[in-house]
């Protein structure tokens, strides 16, 4: 099998960044990482010594995309930079004929990024090529699942999660909201997902303590590999007739400026908390006493990206792309609702 060769744009972790995870996660599942892509030479010197420091990796930093592009045989690359800049670099990557892991939400901060979103879509898929984007946390279903045996195939009638992200107000919701949406749509495949009467609540002026509610409806079963790959082989149960009851979703964010950031999930009120291990950052689920290990949700959804780069073509994946615009479509009622716009 062939080994595909990935640059990275948005090398550093300064905030929230991922670079020099994806880029760990990218080599160890069979990858090449022969660039990144930084701001300025301070950012570029900084990110060289987190890679060489945090993953043990060497790679050329570059300043100019077309440069590296000039340079570098790549196959795909990982956008791993802030949401509002993703647009632009999804177009720079389209134009030049690779495949994509771009880090969610896939646009977001546009007026028009819906319709936007949806172009971009349909122009990936019309010329070949993968897009993928990192919702990493249907990942932790089996998991979930391994704390939770009695839900494992039972009908999901409520789900709930609590998230910290470092944003607050709309750029909370653009950075926080991916993951509950590409759980539910894992939990409850469908042909057809959206959300209807969403309600936000808050009672700070900067809304950093936000909370939401609103109504998942589906309709549709999807395919079983369309299920499978949206949560893994064994992540969720795959319903053999297509649930299309309402499910009450409820999520609370809670801006946190630091790591590690509280995270929870709950599947019709049973909770698990994700739980780091500071001396090696080894993830579990809890649930009151009980514990169970968590693989890295990241390095899974990387595992998958390059898997998919190594598969023979057609690489496009019309499950990946459906799921991609259900969380653009309700991405954008949710952001409009939070303006209050009407939906």
């Given at each position: 099998?062939r080994v595909p060769r990935v640059g990275i744009i948005g090398a550093r972790r300064a905030?929230?960044?991922?670079?020099?995870?994806?880029?760990?996660?990218?080599?160890?599942?069979?990858?090449?990482?022969?660039?990144?892509?930084?701001?300025?030479?301070?950012?570029?010197?900084?990110?060289?010594?987190?890679?060489?420091?945090?993953?043990?990796?060497?790679?050329?930093?570059?300043?100019?995309?077309?440069?590296?592009?000039?340079?570098?045989?790549?196959?795909?690359?990982?956008?791993?930079?802030?949401?509002?800049?993703?647009?632009?670099?999804?177009?720079?990557?389209?134009?030049?004929?690779?495949?994509?892991?771009?880090?969610?939400?896939?646009?977001?901060?546009?007026?028009?990024?819906?319709?936007?979103?949806?172009?971009?879509?349909?122009?990936?898929?019309?010329?070949?090529?993968?897009?993928?984007?990192?919702?990493?946390?249907?990942?932790?279903?089996?998991?979930?699942?391994?704390?939770?045996?009695?839900?494992?195939?039972?009908?999901?009638?409520?789900?709930?999660?609590?998230?910290?992200?470092?944003?607050?107000?709309?750029?909370?919701?653009?950075?926080?909201?991916?993951?509950?949406?590409?759980?539910?749509?894992?939990?409850?495949?469908?042909?057809?997902?959206?959300?209807?009467?969403?309600?936000?609540?808050?009672?700070?002026?900067?809304?950093?303590?936000?909370?939401?509610?609103?109504?998942?409806?589906?309709?549709?079963?999807?395919?079983?590999?369309?299920?499978?790959?949206?949560?893994g082989a064994s992540a969720a149960p795959l319903p053999a007739v297509a649930?299309?009851?309402?499910?009450?979703?409820?999520?609370?964010?809670?801006?946190?400026?630091?790591?590690?950031?509280?995270?929870?999930?709950?599947?019709?009120?049973?909770?698990?908390?994700?739980?780091?291990?500071?001396?090696?950052?080894?993830?579990?689920?809890?649930?009151?006493?009980?514990?169970?290990?968590?693989?890295?949700?990241?390095?899974?959804?990387?595992?998958?990206?390059?898997?998919?780069?190594?598969?023979?073509?057609?690489?496009?994946?019309?499950?990946?792309?459906?799921?991609?615009?259900?969380?653009?479509?309700?991405?954008?009622?949710?952001?409009?609702?939070?303006?209050?716009?009407?939906?």
């Amino acid at each position: 099998m062939r080994v595909p060769r990935v640059g990275i744009i948005g090398a550093r972790r300064a905030r929230q960044g991922l670079g020099p995870f994806v880029a760990r996660w990218l080599t160890a599942a069979g990858a090449q990482v022969p660039c990144f892509l930084a701001t300025s030479e301070a950012s570029l010197a900084a990110a060289a010594e987190q890679w060489k420091a945090g993953a043990g990796l060497r790679a050329r930093g570059y300043l100019d995309a077309d440069a590296m592009l000039s340079e570098q045989a790549l196959d795909a690359v990982a956008i791993l930079t802030p949401s509002p800049s993703h647009r632009a670099w999804l177009e720079w990557a389209l134009a030049a004929g690779l495949d994509v892991l771009c880090d969610k939400p896939l646009v977001w901060g546009a007026p028009n990024d819906l319709a936007a979103g949806h172009a971009l879509v349909a122009d990936f898929a019309a010329r070949g090529l993968l897009l993928m984007e990192n919702c990493q946390w249907p990942e932790t279903l089996p998991a979930f699942f391994a704390l939770h045996p009695a839900l494992r195939g039972a009908p999901l009638r409520r789900f709930a999660m609590r998230l910290a992200p470092a944003s607050t107000g709309s750029a909370a919701i653009g950075d926080a909201l991916s993951h509950p949406l590409s759980l539910l749509q894992a939990l409850r495949p469908a042909a057809r997902a959206w959300i209807e009467e969403p309600r936000f609540s808050t009672r700070d002026a900067d809304a950093s303590q936000l909370a939401l509610a609103f109504r998942w409806h589906t309709a549709g079963a999807a395919t079983v590999a369309g299920a499978s790959a949206a949560g893994g082989a064994s992540a969720a149960p795959l319903p053999a007739v297509a649930d299309e009851s309402p499910v009450e979703v409820m999520v609370e964010l809670s801006t946190s400026p630091g790591q590690p950031r509280e995270a929870s999930l709950a599947v019709n009120g049973f909770w698990a908390h994700r739980l780091i291990r500071t001396s090696d950052y080894a993830l579990f689920f809890a649930s009151g006493a009980r514990l169970v290990d968590l693989p890295d949700p990241l390095q899974l959804r990387v595992q998958r990206f390059v898997a998919a780069l190594r598969a023979d073509r057609p690489r496009v994946s019309v499950d990946e792309n459906l799921r991609i615009l259900q969380r653009l479509q309700a991405l954008d009622l949710l952001g409009r609702s939070f303006s209050g716009q009407t939906p």
